[in-house]
């Protein structure tokens, strides 16, 4: 409460920038190359308490989810704990700990968002990701083109290649489930030509 008077927070805007929030981190898990006056650094520790505010605000459905799948349950526990035996502990926390992120962010996005929504959200984040990409080797080459090809927003090719199959696959299978809409089929078409 604020003084006598309740705080009313509005639902429609809190689910819209929870929706925001995840297409940020789903882009910053896409390995995007931050421009230098961004350290990476504080980025990457703000993924954190964010990741942590999103699975709070869900946490019966994220823990349900979470402990569907126990080989993957299994999986990320052994990769967790085995800072144990590792010869270089402090970097294998890290990544641990940066695998924990990950399983707990993808069991939220899981929970949160039906397949439909995900699939759309993936689709924004994408599209975003190839934008981008197209403007900044447009505008400002030596960031985004470099000696062995185009990269765009991501720090090697081989990133920009990954999200690009990604965005294909996905085309490809909102075509065929929306078989009329030409702008998938369009989309995949693109994909295939810079193959």
Not at 134 to 144: D, F, M, T
């Amino acid at each position: 409460m604020i003084g006598s008077q309740p705080l009313i927070v509005n639902r429609r805007l809190v689910e819209k920038l929870e929706i925001v929030v995840t297409v940020v981190w789903l882009l910053y898990f896409l390995d995007v190359n931050v421009p230098p006056p961004i350290p990476l650094s504080l980025i990457n520790a703000l993924s954190y308490p964010f990741v942590a505010l999103l699975v709070a605000l869900h946490w019966r459905q994220v823990a349900y989810i979470a402990t569907r799948n126990l080989p993957l349950l299994l999986f990320a526990a052994l990769a967790f704990f085995s800072v144990a035996w590792s010869a270089d502990m402090t970097s294998s926390f890290e990544i641990s700990r940066g695998l924990l992120r990950t399983f707990l962010f993808g069991a939220y996005f899981t929970a949160r968002y039906s397949l439909k929504e995900q699939m759309r959200i993936l689709a924004w984040v994408l599209g975003i990701a190839a934008v981008l990409s197209l403007l900044v080797c447009l505008g400002i080459p030596s960031y985004g083109i470099k000696e062995d090809g185009w990269q765009g927003i991501f720090p090697y090719k081989n990133y920009m290649g990954r999200a690009m199959v990604l965005g294909g696959i996905l085309l490809v299978t909102l075509a065929l489930k929306n078989w009329q809409n030409w702008l998938y089929w369009g989309g995949f078409a693109n994909f295939l030509g810079r193959g």
